[in-house]
């Protein structure tokens, strides 16, 4: 024991280590296990979560530790309560991290709600927000409202694509990267096209601003209507797009605070979210078309950038998957990517931001017109 907390294995700072255990002990098991670990570590570690994923197709119990011991030391003293406690499991360190890792908890993510209605609605998704940083809202579109916008969309990216081939011949659309103030690349055949015009703000301002379930969340999570305002755009993702690399769209404010090492940080310390992103899809969202895929609660903390694998590596993350008209709501500090288009169909979906009104976009898009101006912003 003295050992295992030596000056060898002794960690510089706090910090959350991933462990998998294979095969996974019973709940009795894990108990008795997780008990012997916090003794043994003379309270110098704090097992956070627990969830399910697959090693190489084996089923593994994933367990999160917040420790001031070294992500070793974690390891070490699972292996011995594991070999004195005379199973055969074993315990290998998945990954370690300057923060809290977040986990699918065993029942899923609880980000889908039934039943909207107003009396209960506005409250749960309030909390979904803050919590998990994201959620799903049906039929925030009709079939009609769906028909209605992609008409929108469908000229806005016609008309913008022959302005780049008109004002940017030697610009490949689809393959080269590209940052203009009216529309950004993301990655292949994947753009961010800003709509500015007034049948698309008409359009949001009508059939979703005045959606009372919109209405409620927007005031529950951001404040009242006249402190808010929101810019559009579509993110539409051509067939043959790849996947997206893990991003947050916004970083937390400097000096503001994360929800740090608490397990109630989200309660207590997290700093209100200054913008809020709404996704509609304008067609089905499913593995063939593509879909957003969130890592729900990374924004919870502001150092996990570059920490997107582990939320694959442990089935951390949820999938965006919804019929058209559905919405998906998500703090814009939240860590998601787009994934690939492999059908023969374009992936239009319409972004709302939603944001409190002092904060001004100026990172995801560039200040060049595609036309050649240089006016800012």
């Known amino acids: 024991k003295s050992f295992l907390l030596g000056s060898r294995y002794a960690a510089p700072s706090m910090h959350c280590t991933i ?11 894990w108990g008795i296990i997780r008990e012997q670990v916090m003794k043994d570590a003379d309270d110098a570690l704090e097992f956070r979560q627990i969830s399910f994923a697959e090693d190489e197709g084996i089923p593994t119990l994933i367990v999160s530790a917040i420790s001031e011991i070294s992500p070793d030391a974690v390891v070490l003293l699972i292996e011995v309560a594991l070999k004195e406690l005379g199973t055969t499991a074993i315990c290998e360190m998945w990954a370690s991290a300057p923060a809290p890792l977040p986990l699918r908890p065993p029942k899923g ?6 039943d909207e209605k107003d009396s209960v609605w506005c409250d749960w998704a ?14 925030v579109l009709d079939a009609g409202q769906v028909v209605e916008m992609r ?14 081939q008109k004002h940017r011949p030697d610009l490949k659309i689809g393959h080269d990267s590209f940052c203009f103030r009216e529309i ?36 529950k999570t951001l ?8 810019d559009i755009s579509v993110v539409y993702s051509k067939p043959g ?9 916004g970083d937390h404010i400097k000096g503001a605070p994360d929800a740090g090492w608490e397990i109630d940080g989200w309660k207590t310390r997290l700093a209100d979210s200054y913008a809020i992103c709404l996704f509609v899809p304008l067609v089905e969202l499913d593995d063939s078309v593509g879909f957003t895929q969130f890592w729900p609660a990374s924004h919870k903390n502001r150092d996990l950038m570059g920490f997107g694998k582990v939320a694959e590596i442990c089935n951390a ?33 319409l972004q709302v931001i939603f944001k409190k009104k002092w904060y001004v976009e100026m990172a995801n898009y560039g200040s060049e017109s595609i036309v050649g101006s240089k006016t800012r912003n």
């Not at 404040?223 to 929101?230: H, K, V």
């Not at 797009?241 to 769209?249: E, F, M, S, T």
């Not at 860590?335 to 023969?344: A, D, E, I, K, V």
Request: net charge negative; hydrophobic share 40%.
């Open 19 to 29: 462990v998998g255990i294979t095969p996974p002990p019973s709940d009795a098991l």
């Open 109 to 114: 993510y609880p980000v889908e709600n039934v």
């Open 126 to 139: 309030g909390s979904r927000i803050c919590e998990w940083g994201v959620l799903l809202q049906r039929a």
């Open 151 to 164: 008409h929108i969309v469908d000229r806005a990216i016609a008309e913008i694509e022959d302005t780049i």
């Open 184 to 219: 950004a690349s993301r990655s292949k055949e994947r753009f961010d096209l800003r709509l500015t015009d007034s049948a698309s703000k008409d359009f949001v301002e009508k059939n979703i601003l005045g959606n009372v379930h919109v209405a409620s969340l927007l005031q």
């Open 223 to 230: 404040g009242w209507r006249e402190d808010i305002d929101f």
């Open 241 to 249: 797009a790849i996947h997206q690399g893990w991003h947050a769209d």
């Open 317 to 349: 993350t949820w999938d965006g998957k919804c019929n058209a008209g559905d919405a998906v709501w998500y703090d814009y500090r939240l860590f998601h990517r787009g994934m690939p288009n492999n059908s023969n169909q374009l992936r239009p979906v």
